[in-house]
C-alpha cells in the first residue's frame, strides 16, 4: 500500500475509539448527566420552595401591615375618644366653676347687702341719736321751738301719707 496505510489497522482503531466512546458514554456521561439532571431539579425545587416562602413572607408582611394600618386606625379613634372625654370633661369642669362663681358671687353680694344694711340701720341709730340729743339741746334750750318740731313732724307725717 502507498504511504504504507493499512486500512485493517484504521478499521481496528476505530472499533477502538467506538467501544471507548460508548464505554464513557455509558460509564461518565450517562450519570454525569443523570446527576446533572438531579441537581438541577434540586435547585428547581429550592428555588420554588424559597419562592414560596417569599409568598408567604410578603403575605404576612401585608397582613402585619394591614393590622398596623388598623391599629393605627384604632390608635387615632382612642385618640379621638379621649380627647373629646378630655373636652367634656373640661366643660363640665368649666360649668362647674362658673356655677361654684356665681354661688360665691350671690353669697358675696347677699353679703354684701347684710353688710350694707347692718351700715344704714347703724348710720341711721346713730342719726336717730344724733338728732334725738340735738332735739333735747333745742328742747331743753326752748319749749316753743320743741312744740313747733312736733307740729312739722307731724305734718309732715299726714303729707307722706
Known sequence: MPLNINLQQILLHLLNFVILFAILYFLLYNPIKKFMAKRTEEYKKMDNSAKQKLDEAEKIKAEYTERLQSADAEIEKRKAEAEKNAESLADKRLKMAEAEADTIIKTARSVAENEKKKIIDSA?????????????????SSPDVYNDFLENAEKSRISDK
Do not use: L
Not at 341711721?124 to 331743753?140: L, M
Open 124 to 140: 341711721q341709730k346713730d342719726i336717730a341719736e344724733i338728732i334725738t340729743a340735738a332735739a333735747e339741746k333745742v328742747v331743753c
